[in-house]
C-alpha cells in the first residue's frame, strides 16, 4: 500500500511515497522469495506508467475492490503508479537461469509525473547507485508476466557487492530485522541449501 507526503523544496516539488515491502528474517529466505538472483552493473534508465489492470466482473467485493464499478466510477489516473524501469546487465547468476552478459529489465517505484518527482521512501534508483572501481550490484528479483523484474524489497533486494565480494547494503540504517548476508558465498551457500 502506498502513503504519500510532500516535501517542497526550493526548485522541484518531490512527493515522497512509503510501499509496503515483504521483509525476510534470514537470508535463506529471502533467497527462497526470489525468482532470480544476480550480480551486475544499471546501464540505461527510462521512467513509464503503469496502470492497474481493472476487473469489474470476477471475485468478491473483498477480493476485487473494482467488483461491481463501471469506467464512469473509476479515476484510473490516480491509480496509476510511476516506475524507473532499469536496463541491467548480468554479470553472474546465483540463481535462475539468465546468462552472464544478458541484459534484462528491473523495475522500481519511482519517477517523474507532471513536473513532480516521486520517490518511494526506501528505494535508491539503480542509475544513481556507485558502481566503480569494481563495484557491482547483488539483486533479488522476482519475476513478472511481462519478462520485467523488481526487487524483493528495496534494501534486501538491492545491494552493493565490492570487488573483494562483501556484499553491502545500499542505505547506512537497515532495521534489525532486515536480514543482508556480509559476502556473495553466504547467498550462494543460501541457494545450495535450497
Known amino acids: 500500500m502506498l502513503q504519500l507526503a510532500a516535501h517542497t ?11 509496503d515491502y515483504p521483509v525476510y528474517a534470514s537470508v535463506s529466505d529471502s533467497v527462497s522469495a526470489s525468482d532470480i538472483i544476480i550480480t551486475g552493473v544499471p546501464l540505461n534508465s527510462r521512467e513509464v506508467i503503469e496502470y492497474p489492470r481493472i476487473d469489474f466482473e470476477t471475485g468478491t467485493e473483498e477480493s476485487n475492490p473494482q467488483r461491481g464499478l463501471t469506467w464512469e466510477n473509476i479515476d484510473i489516473e490516480a491509480m496509476s503508479v510511476p516506475h524507473i524501469v532499469t536496463e541491467f546487465q548480468v554479470t553472474d547468476s546465483i540463481k535462475g537461469d539468465v546468462l552472464p552478459g544478458t541484459v534484462i529489465n528491473v523495475t522500481q517505484v519511482g519517477g517523474t509525473v507532471d513536473g513532480i518527482k516521486i520517490r518511494e521512501k526506501n528505494t535508491i534508483p539503480l542509475q544513481e547507485v556507485d558502481t566503480t572501481h569494481g563495484k557491482q550490484l547483488l539483486l533479488l528479483l522476482n519475476k513478472h508476466e511481462d519478462g520485467t523484474f523488481d526487487p524483493i524489497n528495496p534494501t534486501e533486494g538491492v545491494l552493493s557487492v565490492h570487488s573483494d565480494g562483501s556484499v553491502h547494503p545500499l542505505r547506512t540504517q537497515i532495521k534489525a530485522d532486515e536480514a543482508i548476508g556480509a559476502t556473495l558465498d553466504v547467498y550462494a551457500e543460501a541457494m545450495r541449501q535450497q
Open 9 to 19: 523544496p526550493q526548485t522541484t516539488t518531490t512527493m515522497e511515497v512509503y510501499a
